[in-house]
């Protein structure tokens, strides 16, 4: 599988704002379902957003919604989190995922991953 590559996670302190970025390198973010998972440590990996394949909709997760936002940037071939109003039940590891041509909040059908990135918010 192609990897993709998160970046901008960091330490914050609470209400603050952070933007997470995803490069996919070797595939065409307009042609997947684009979604970001968190874990936290000792948790099963939980939803936060997704955006569908050929559109610019966005699903979110109750916990999160109405402070983040996801959206692609097809010039530049990325995805992007704005994540705002942080609390510290939004410490985890931030993944970004890719799934061909489907629609689902379950990260089983999800195909590309990339390796994570920490964000932590202090309180």
């Known amino acids: 599988q192609v990897q993709l590559v998160e970046s901008g996670g960091g330490l914050v302190h609470t209400g603050d704002s952070l933007r997470l970025s995803c490069a996919a390198p070797?595939?065409?973010?307009?042609?997947?379902?684009m979604a970001w998972f968190r874990q936290a440590p000792g948790k099963d990996r939980e939803f936060v957003a997704s955006t569908p394949w050929g559109t610019d909709a966005v699903d979110a997760a109750d916990s999160v919604k109405g402070r983040f936002t996801i959206a692609r940037d097809n010039a530049k071939n990325t995805m992007h989190l704005e994540m705002n109003r942080l609390k510290p039940d939004d410490t985890a590891v931030y993944y970004c995922a890719a799934a061909y041509r489907l629609i689902s909040r379950d990260p089983d059908f999800y195909y590309y991953w990339g390796q994570g990135t920490q964000v932590t918010v202090s309180s």
């Open positions: 070797e595939l065409t973010v307009s042609l997947y379902t």
